[in-house]
């Protein structure tokens, strides 16, 4: 079956600390990839998206991801989190039927 | 303006009740989306709608139905609203090619 999974329901880093969030899909053909954000009480707000070409790919706000296709996965990493950085993150992925299907998403909590 | 609009933004309604939630887009975009989103379950696909005359079930469609009034107007029925519908809708829109997806802000229903 299809799916996205973000192996890590909740992760706490220290601030100034990396950070690595968690993604593999399972899909026929590489899909079309994608991280969002979303802070508090806030919309979704798309941080980096992975289309082709070279795999690690720079988004904003200091983020990163690295496609690695024989894994399956699409990991995201920020050298050092921020306070602001406290937010849910979704991977997302567009297979061939353009129909966006998100993980069910990873909180990140930010310690001073 | 936003180019995806969301009206309105919270909302309390009763079980047994309808309730319309309203989505509009300036982006000139064919394709509409209605998501959901619940606490682990990340955002879950209700309805789409690749132009005006087209509307497809996503997977989680029971219990709602969708209009698609115009190009830029995607509306969100509940017929009759149960507490279990209680939950953070999103309307969404992408271009014909599907990679650039735009949220709206959200509504945030609960019924109870």
């Known amino acids: 079956a299809q799916s996205v999974t973000q192996p890590d329901i909740h992760i706490t880093v220290s601030e100034g600390a990396s950070l690595e969030l968690r993604c593999n899909y399972s899909?026929?053909?590489?899909?079309?990839l994608f991280w969002y954000v979303q802070s508090p009480g806030q919309g979704l707000q798309l941080l980096l998206k992975?289309?082709?070409?070279?795999?690690l790919v720079q988004g904003i706000k200091g983020f990163e991801a690295e496609f690695k296709r024989s894994q399956s996965s699409f990991n995201l990493r920020k050298p050092s989190v921020h306070w602001s950085d406290a937010a849910e993150y979704f991977c997302a992925v567009l297979p061939a039927d353009y129909k966006l299907s998100f993980g069910a998403g990873t909180t990140v909590t930010v310690r001073a | 303006d936003a180019d995806v609009t969301q009206t309105p933004r919270n909302r309390i309604t009763k079980t047994g009740k309808r309730i319309m939630l309203e989505c509009s887009q300036t982006k000139g975009h064919d394709r509409m989306y209605w998501y959901r989103q619940d606490p682990g379950l990340g955002l879950r696909l209700i309805y789409y709608?690749?132009?005006?005359?087209?509307?497809n079930k996503g997977e989680i469609s029971d219990g709602y139905s969708v209009s698609r009034q115009a190009q830029a107007k995607f509306s969100l029925s509940l017929e009759s609203a149960i507490p279990n519908q209680t939950a953070l809708y999103f309307c969404?829109?992408?271009?014909?090619?599907?990679?650039?997806?735009?949220f709206g802000s959200g509504t945030r229903l609960t019924v109870v």
């Open positions: 899909y026929g053909a590489t899909p079309y």
């Open positions: 969404a829109t992408s271009d014909h090619q599907g990679y650039g997806y735009t």
């Open positions: 992975y289309f082709s070409g070279d795999t």
């Open positions: 709608s690749f132009d005006v005359k087209d509307i």
